[in-house]
């Protein structure tokens, strides 16, 4: 079994900031053996299990526009598991930050935990935008 | 990487051809202002390479640089490459139809003056025809020529035109648009010390030309490297043909690099924080 799913998200970055919105212009996809579901939307379904590691990667679909993660928050828990290293930067979009971890064992399996995920596309206002319908579902 | 490095230069043609140097002629600006570039908009720009390492010290992300020369007063780049065909066929149709209202002329000048009145009158009339044809084939500027650096001269078929499409001829051939300034090679430090790796690359983007300088820079050998960018502009010629100028111009790379962390935790990789 696969030990690491990996999370692609490709952004269109132009658009997302014409249109001052990721709805749309965002695409998620997963290598999860576990077949998810929405694959492709910005509502994917990521099927885990515990002790798999999973990997959020974000790819701007215009190579010379800027778009790192920001963030990325399981919605439902408590405020002070904002935790984490608002970005290893003041300096915006130093993309040193790896957005990954283990699945907890804890999980509450066919529940959908859903995440927030903020990216960040260049500077100024407006710039910095998110999603909530991803999730994670532990099989 | 959260973007490719794009840097433009914008290079001021027609100083650069009379101070025979692109040296304070010359304008870098790059997309990195945000990262610690500094400079931008002047002519020593420091583009900032920010890279980042794996905790075994690999390197963890690429920096890509891609370079665009510009110059100011050739035509715009945004404008298809094929806009100067339109324009030089509209240039010859209308020369045409001006010769074939004098040559209109000119019959029927000869109907009227050829038994009317002897010698000076007809010779005036016809000499005066001929003295406005004159004019307007002095006032075709031709078709534009381009030397190559063997000194091979070809002809390109299309008319010297000015920044709006407009035909230009001999007495105002100043307002002429400039050729875009074309990069033919990337050297210097950032290269010989392996800091930089650069190569041309094909492009079905006709904007420049089909072609365009990109590198790949190595962001484990950090510090402030300088590269020397190989350009060629052209000059206009008295006889209407373009001749290349080659120049260089030097700017200069400061390449950092610092860990990647993990965003959830700040340190090592941990349980998901999904309570």
Partial sequence: ?????????????????????????????????????????????????????????????DLQTPVVIKKIVFLGASSDAENGAQSASECMGSDLDVWNGVVPVNMIPGALRHYRMELQMGVGQNSAMSVATPSLKRV | ??????????????????????????????????????????ANLITAVNGAYWFDGSQAGEAVLNWLPYGIGALPPTLPRTFRVPKSTVANAEKINSLAEKLKTISETKESV?????????????ANIAEQLKRIMEGASGTCKIQDMRGKVKDVGL??????????????????????????????????????????????????DGWYWSASVDTNKTGTFAYTMHIQ????????????????????INVTHAPKRNGFTGGAMQALPIS
């Avoid at chain 1, 939307?41 to 999973?54: D, K």
């Avoid at chain 2, 009379?18 to 304070?24: I, P, Q, R, S």
């Avoid at chain 2, 870098?28 to 908009?41: A, E, Y």
Wanted: hydrophobic residues 40%.
């Fill in chain 2, 233 to 252: 502009i052209y000059a206009l010629s008295a006889n209407k043909t373009w001749v290349p100028k080659d120049m260089t111009y030097t700017s200069h």
């Fill in chain 2, 159 to 208: 008319k010297v035109m000015d920044m709006t499409g407009k035909e230009v001829n001999s007495d105002n051939i100043s307002e002429a648009s400039y050729i875009m300034p074309i990069i033919t090679s990337i050297t210097g430090e950032a290269v010989d010390k392996g800091v930089m790796f650069p190569a041309q690359y094909g492009s079905p983007d006709l904007v420049t």
């Fill in chain 2, 1 to 42: 990487m959260s973007q490719q490095h794009a840097i433009i230069l914008m290079i001021d043609i027609q100083a650069a051809i009379n101070a025979g140097t692109l040296t304070e002629n010359t304008y870098l600006i790059d997309n990195m202002k945000s990262h610690g570039s500094v400079g931008n908009g002047t």
């Fill in chain 1, 1 to 61: 079994m696969s030990t690491h799913i990996n999370i692609i998200t490709a952004v269109d970055v132009v658009a997302a900031l014409s249109e001052r919105t990721l709805y749309e212009n965002i695409y998620l996809m997963d290598n999860s053996p576990f077949h998810s579901k929405g694959q492709g939307t910005a509502s994917l379904a990521t099927s885990c299990q515990p002790g798999q590691v999973i990997q959020w990667i974000v790819y701007a679909l």
């Fill in chain 2, 114 to 126: 050829s038994d009317k009145k002897p010698g000076d009158q007809k010779t005036n009339a016809v």
